[in-house]
């Protein structure tokens, strides 16, 4: 069975703190592609970034960093130096190659950064 | 261009009627899909669309529930005979393709539902 983790439930962070959000995916399928999504308090999940299983490199964008273990089957999220408008719920999902366009989506991290 | 869009936003019902909620899809995706997210459960996959293949669906929870997707654009779930568990928001989504690189899913605002 395919399942993502996402233990925090809830942070709370100062502003300009860095803050990491943890994800732990499980497949046995060796083809899957991560995915993040941030929903602020709007509610519309807005799309962050996609993984595919192949591709291990960490990437940057701005303030917003990933880490892609497979070893660890884990695709962590770090923010740093963090601001009020990064409060929202973040939530990772998991997609598996063979199994269609479904996302398997973690239960959420609701960050909240106070100024 | 113009992103997913969803209506009503919001809609109040009573138990036992029957709902309809609409999706428009970002222009040119193929790939159409709905998911539901409720305090209890998180976010569910229910149903997906991919061009004139057959719908996925495997993550409909009774058969009370069912979609369509017209000239493969415009989609409908319906809701028939509402429970009171049935009350979350209702997201739609759309990608371009459901099964290569271009599986990112956009989605919309959503509908709360509300199962009086």
């Known amino acids: 069975a395919q399942k993502v983790t996402q233990a925090q439930t809830e942070i709370s962070v100062v502003e300009k703190e860095d803050v990491t959000l943890d994800c732990v995916y499980e497949?046995?399928?060796?083809?899957?592609?991560l995915f993040w999504y941030k929903q602020p308090p709007s509610g519309e999940l807005v799309f962050l970034i996609r993984r595919n299983s192949f591709d291990e490199q960490n990437e940057i964008s701005g303030r917003y960093s990933w880490n892609f273990q497979k070893s660890t089957s884990s695709f962590n999220f770090t923010i740093t130096a963090s601001q009020v408008v990064d409060s929202a719920v973040y939530f990772c999902a998991l997609r598996i190659y063979n199994q269609g366009g479904k996302l398997i989506f973690g239960q959420g991290t609701e960050l909240s950064v106070k100024p | 261009g113009a992103g997913v869009s969803q209506s009503p936003s919001n809609k109040v019902t009573e138990k036992g009627k029957d709902v309809e909620l609409r999706c428009d899809p970002i222009s040119g995706h193929t790939a159409l899909y709905w998911y539901r997210q409720s305090l209890g459960q998180g976010l569910e996959f229910l149903i997906y669309f991919q061009g004139n293949s057959a719908p996925d669906k495997s993550g409909l929870p009774s058969d009370r529930f069912s979609a369509e997707r017209t000239g493969g654009s415009v989609s409908t779930l319906t809701i028939q005979r509402t429970q009171q568990e049935d009350s979350a928001v209702y997201l739609c989504?759309?990608?371009?393709?459901?099964?290569?690189?271009?599986?990112?899913?956009?989605f919309g605002p959503g509908t709360r539902l509300t199962v009086l």
């Open positions: 989504a759309s990608s371009l393709t459901a099964t290569t690189a271009a599986d990112t899913q956009y």
């Open positions: 497949t046995r399928d060796t083809t899957y592609y």
